[in-house]
């Protein structure tokens, strides 16, 4: 009897996983590997959740990081420049991406080995034999993920899942530590029970807001039946999901890389030291830039995913119509009203889930300067992209259980 698709892909990410955990621990080489207290800034905070361990210095630190931004890259300037998608193939595509990741990869090792402390005996060769650790580590990773694709489920999500949920416990670990030696035993309950009951909370809205849809009723003129009348277009109230956080994020670290970079060039330049400022999630300026640039994204994204031209010229076409908009150009204004709203909404909720507890932190740390762990202000952002995660790779799963059965039937 033949095993299952579903269960010999979940066996395949399961292997993919073991794979991925051991190489996190293997330590690159030549490196003087020291305990650092891990940081505020968002290059730490991607790093928990695209690129590894960052701050142990391992040979799956980029991780997937490179391939995902130069993907995000390649998408934005192909919906600019050819928003049809005629000109360019999937295949080329593809390759630009490929070729601009090992760019990017290269870009990060290079801005990696700034903060490392090598041995002794090897000036030169010891940073360059770092840098090409980091690129094959990331390469690795990237052809674990495409052959997860294709043997087993989730592709890349079984990465972003585990550093996900491993930063997850580390934070929470932390945040319980902290209290327990600051604190008496009824406040220590407290205060961990509340922090889970909002986490439970976001964890919910999430939930909600992925499955919240708005459903518009269509009417189809060439058929008569009772299923045709139940039919209808739904838009979810997340279009998107929690898609617009992890591109945000993937793009947002680029241009702070560089900065990062040119500070070390050139460390008194006034315009440098202003500009990183708006990359910086320890200041209130990082902080609202990053709030408005995932707004921004949420909407936009929505519009590329979710092409209403290409959806009210299909109704039309095949003469269907939504109920209470004429064929055409009121369908599609209508639609573009409904993504507008609902991604907008959508995004501003996910900014200020995102936002507010980094501005809560920079006002209690200002203010009271209790010293509480750094990462705990982060969380909200880890479980919701967590939820997501989460949600797709179960809609897989439904996916191949229903085609095992069919199989069986037949």
């Not at 919906?79 to 000109?87: F, K, L, N, Q, T």
């Not at 690129?135 to 890349?156: D, H, P, Q, R, T």
């Not at 670990?173 to 030696?181: A, E, K, M, S, V």
């Not at 999901?241 to 680029?254: A, D, I, K, N």
Request: hydrophobic fraction near 50%; aromatic fraction near 12%.
């Amino acid at each position: 009897m033949k095993r299952g698709i579903l269960r010999r892909r979940i066996l395949w990410t399961l292997l993919m996983m073991l794979i991925y955990i051991m190489g996190r621990n293997i330590p690159i080489p030549f490196v003087v590997h020291e305990t650092r207290e891990m940081s505020m800034g968002f290059r730490t905070f991607l790093g928990d959740i695209l690129g590894g361990i960052q701050a142990k210095q391992t040979l799956f630190t980029l991780s997937i990081m490179p391939w995902m931004t130069a993907s995000i890259v390649v998408q934005i300037l192909q919906s600019v420049a050819d928003p049809e998608g005629r000109r360019t193939s999937q295949r080329r595509t593809q390759l630009i991406a490929g070729w601009l990741s090992q760019g990017i990869a290269l870009f990060s090792s290079i801005s990696s080995i700034q903060s490392m402390k090598f041995e002794q005996g090897g000036e030169y060769l010891y940073p360059v034999l770092a840098i090409l650790a980091l690129m094959a580590g990331s390469n690795f990773v990237i052809w674990l993920s495409y052959k997860n694709k294709e043997y087993g489920v989730g592709g890349m999500s079984f990465v972003v899942l585990i550093n996900l949920i491993d930063s997850l416990r580390s934070t929470y670990g932390r945040f319980i530590l902290y209290w327990w030696n600051e604190s008496g035993a009824l406040r220590f309950v407290l205060i961990v029970f509340g922090v889970a009951l909002i986490c439970v909370g976001i964890i919910l809205w999430t939930l909600c807001a992925e499955m919240a849809e708005v459903r518009y009723p269509i009417n189809h003129v060439m058929i008569h039946n009772e299923n045709a009348s139940r039919d209808y277009l739904a838009i979810k109230f997340e279009p998107v999901g929690t898609m617009p956080l992890m591109y945000c994020m993937s793009f947002y670290v680029l241009p702070l890389m560089i900065l990062q970079l040119l500070s070390k060039v050139s460390p008194n330049n006034l315009w440098i030291l202003r500009l990183t400022q708006y990359f910086n999630l320890e200041k209130v300026a990082g902080i609202l830039c990053f709030m408005f640039v995932l707004l921004f994204t949420s909407i936009s994204l929505s519009f590329v995913m979710l092409d209403t031209e290409k959806l009210s010229k299909g109704l039309q076409k095949s003469g269907d119509y939504l109920t209470g908009y004429r064929p055409g150009t009121e369908t599609k204004k209508a639609l573009k009203t409904t993504v507008f709203r609902l991604s907008f909404i959508s995004g501003l909720m996910m900014a200020l889930l995102s936002g507010l507890p980094l501005l809560a932190r920079n006002f209690i740390e200002s203010s009271m300067q209790l010293g509480l762990p750094q990462d705990i202000f982060r969380l909200p952002m880890s479980l919701m992209i967590l939820v997501g995660v989460f949600r797709q790779l179960l809609e897989e799963v439904k996916m191949l259980n229903v085609f095992d059965r069919y199989r069986k039937e037949d």
